[in-house]
């Protein structure tokens, strides 16, 4: 079964987000990050950063809620959270990796 590490008001939504809308089986882990949970040693072995998320899919451990969001569009394709057509896809890639910063 996979695994979130997250906490809900970080970028972990993302990925929390994605699993739901695919109905995907998960454990979802929380990260004390005020408590310092995310500099654990046994944290720092998923992400040397120390930073959430981090999805563990057997063997296979990512970080970054953008890339983890494209995974999981990936892994589940039949459910249709990516579109197959080239041009909606690059604006959903687009949303996906959007960060809100203004310059």
Same mark, same amino acid.
């Given at each position: +079964?996979?695994?979130?590490? #997250?906490?809900?008001?970080?970028?972990?939504?993302?990925?929390?987000? &994605?699993?739901?809308?695919?109905?995907?089986?998960?454990?979802? !882990?929380?990260?004390?990050?005020?408590?310092?949970? &995310?500099?654990?040693?046994?944290?720092?072995?998923?992400?040397? &950063?120390?930073?959430?998320? !981090?999805?563990?899919?057997?063997?296979?451990?990512?970080?970054?809620?953008?890339?983890?969001? +494209?995974?999981?569009?990936?892994?589940?394709?039949?459910?249709?959270?990516?579109?197959?057509?080239?041009?909606?896809?690059?604006?959903?890639?687009?949303?996906?990796?959007?960060? #809100?910063?203004?310059?």
């Amino acid at each position: +079964m996979m695994k979130l590490y #997250g906490l809900g008001p970080t970028r972990s939504l993302r990925a929390l987000w &994605a699993l739901r809308e695919l109905d995907a089986e998960f454990e979802f !882990v929380p990260v004390n990050i005020l408590g310092g949970e &995310a500099r654990h040693p046994d944290f720092l072995r998923l992400n040397p &950063a120390g930073k959430l998320p !981090v999805l563990v899919d057997g063997d296979f451990i990512l970080t970054e809620s953008a890339a983890i969001v +494209m995974y999981l569009a990936e892994k589940y394709g039949a459910k249709g959270l990516m579109p197959t057509d080239l041009k909606e896809r690059a604006q959903a890639y687009r949303w996906t990796l959007f960060c #809100g910063y203004r310059a």
